[in-house]
């Protein structure tokens, strides 16, 4: 099958899109990005690449940098950390509070946003310089050095991070955070303005492809693990929209609100995505079609 020529015929035919979606301008960081940014990478395990658009650019990845904190956090406590969380997809919003009064500061999943402030807290616990350290797990994982931080992004997410700030707290009265409150959110703010291109992401999760093993063959966690986590990305991955993008797209993936997708077929490929536009579920507008129409076209989705 000629990849490139996919990838092509989606661009072509996505970029002349007149409703790309809106930015996401409750981030004033991300309100600055071009909404016409658009491009796709596509990593075989075989090791063929195939890109198209503006895929080497790098972006905040957002909610997508969740998962890498979870396969982090998994290697401190393994199973342990489903004691503080369950693995059921929400159908509320990522920022949804009244659930988690509900459930008695339990959050549904590691990817909504509760539920990533749990994970946090499980690394400021572990980690001796937390930002450093796991800055560090990411640049090796994807071996690349060059990922970093957007203290910007940061600054920009703790400046607006009211309802995060607000989670935080409620979890706290329900001792499900451990740590200082604004360590804990300041970890939370940094992971989220990590910065990657399309290709690094492919990169970066080529091991949940490849049952745990990075691109250099380094095992990162057990193909069980893989096997784990890829499934909650396939229920819970999107916010509210998860089920969807099983239904349309048929992969394993996590979105983020600053337009990235990241998706697996374990065994054969890892493919990301990036248009900066949002759909209402808050999840890449052109991204979510461009991904529908790959697996509809190659017929390579796991269903």
């Not at 707290?169 to 703010?189: A, Q, T, W």
């Not at 983020?256 to 759909?279: D, E, M, R, S, T």
């Amino acid at each position: 099958m000629d990849f490139q020529q996919v990838l092509e015929d989606i661009h072509s035919q996505l970029k002349t899109t007149p409703y790309k979606g809106v930015v996401a301008s409750y981030i004033p960081e991300l309100a600055k990005v071009d909404i016409n940014r658009f491009g796709i990478h596509l990593r075989m395990l075989t090791g063929e690449q195939y890109a198209v658009g503006d895929y080497d650019i790098p972006f905040s990845i957002q909610s997508i940098s969740k998962v890498l904190s979870l396969t982090l956090a998994l290697k401190y406590v393994g199973n342990e950390l489903w004691k503080r969380m369950d693995v059921e997809p929400s159908g509320d919003p990522f920022n949804f509070l009244s659930l988690l009064e509900l459930e008695r500061g339990i959050p549904r999943n590691p990817f909504i946003n509760a539920g990533a402030l749990v994970v946090s807290d499980v690394l400021v616990s572990h980690l001796k310089n937390p930002k450093e350290d796991f800055l560090a797990f990411v640049r090796e994982l994807a071996d690349d050095e060059t990922i970093c931080f957007n203290p910007s992004v940061a600054a920009s997410e703790k400046e607006t991070g009211f309802r995060n700030a607000a989670a935080t707290n409620l979890l706290k009265s329900f001792r499900n955070i451990h740590n200082n409150v604004d360590e804990v959110l300041d970890f939370y703010f940094h992971l989220c303005s990590i910065e990657m291109s399309c290709k690094q992401l492919s990169k970066t999760f080529f091991k949940f492809a490849n049952s745990g093993m990075n691109i250099k063959g380094k095992p990162f966690m057990t193909p069980s693990q893989a096997k784990r986590v890829n499934a909650i990305m396939l229920t819970c991955g999107f916010y509210d929209e998860a089920g969807e993008f099983a239904f349309e797209v048929g992969l394993p993936g996590k979105s983020g609100v600053g337009g990235g997708i990241v998706a697996v077929h374990p065994g054969k490929y890892c493919i990301a995505a990036w248009a900066p536009g949002l759909n209402v579920k808050g999840n890449s507008l052109l991204g979510m079609q461009a991904l529908e129409q790959f697996t509809t076209k190659t017929g390579l989705s796991i269903f």
